[in-house]
T-cell receptor
Framework: GNSVTQMEGPVTLSEEAFLTINCTYTATGYPSLFWYVQYPGEGLQLLLKATKADDKGSNKGFEATYRKETTSFHLEKGSVQVSDSAVYFCVSSEFRGNQFYFGTGTSLTVIP | EAQVTQNPRYLITVTGKKLTVTCSQNMNHEYMSWYRQDPGLGLRQIYYSMNVEVTDKGDVPEGYKVSRKEKRNFPLILESPSPNQTSLYFC?????????????FGPGTRLLVL
């Protein structure tokens, strides 16, 4: 079946530190992969996505590369800011599917 | 402004009292979905709809009903709520049913069932 496993939090970093949040997936087919971000008190919004192997999604300084050989989609940012404090969800879906599979979320707090 | 709206945002109710959470989108999206978010479990899909009058179960449909009579609306119905349905609920929509599509989420409805 399909599932997503992501790094447990919470994660606390100092401003300008390097961020990595690990995400691995299992799928029966060829999933699309997403990172969504949830700011406090808000709904989720798309951060970046990749729809095929070796694609790199990027947005707002965040990057993630679709690695089929390791079934991973790790989120990285070179220098985090206080405004990046949020919960991050790794998500997979089948290309022609109707269902989406969420990781448990990783809470990130960036301190000045 | 393109958005997904949910009402109410907060709701406290008692066991067994039927309730409806409304969801509406103004983007002419075909696909709509309901999720519940619980600590340590992430988001789990309750029901989804690929178009008007087409709905299907997600991973956790027990105790919930949905309907899709109009393209823009996708209400979530709890016929007889129980305390284990206390959760944060999100509605989402996307342009088509494809798994590569970006979903747009509503602001969430926090439900407490006593």
């Amino acid at each position: 079946g399909n599932s997503v496993t992501q790094m447990e939090g919470p994660v606390t970093l100092s401003e300008e530190a390097f961020l990595t949040i690990n995400c691995t997936y299992t799928a029966t087919g060829y999933p699309s992969l997403f990172w969504y971000v949830q700011y406090p008190g808000e709904g989720l919004q798309l951060l970046l996505k990749a729809t095929k192997a070796d694609d790199k999604g990027s947005n707002k300084g965040f990057e993630a590369t679709y690695r089929k050989e390791t079934t991973s989609f790790h989120l990285e940012k070179g220098s985090v800011q206080v405004s990046d404090s949020a919960v991050y969800f790794c998500v997979s879906s089948e290309f022609r599917g109707n269902q989406f599979y969420f990781g448990t979320g990783t809470s990130l707090t960036v301190i000045p | 402004e393109a958005q997904v709206t949910q009402n109410p945002r907060y709701l406290i109710t008692v066991t067994g009292k039927k309730l409806t959470v409304t969801c509406s989108q103004n983007m002419n999206h075909e696909y709509m979905s309901w999720y519940r978010q619980d600590p340590g479990l992430g988001l789990r899909q309750i029901y989804y709809s690929m178009n008007v009058e087409v709905t299907d179960k997600g991973d956790v449909p027990e105790g919930y009903k949905v309907s899709r009579k109009e393209k823009r609306n996708f209400p979530l119905i709890l016929e007889s709520p129980s305390p284990n349905q206390t959760s944060l609920y999100f509605c989402a929509s996307s342009h088509t049913r494809g798994g590569q599509e970006t979903q747009y989420f509503g602001p969430g409805t926090r439900l407490l069932v006593l």
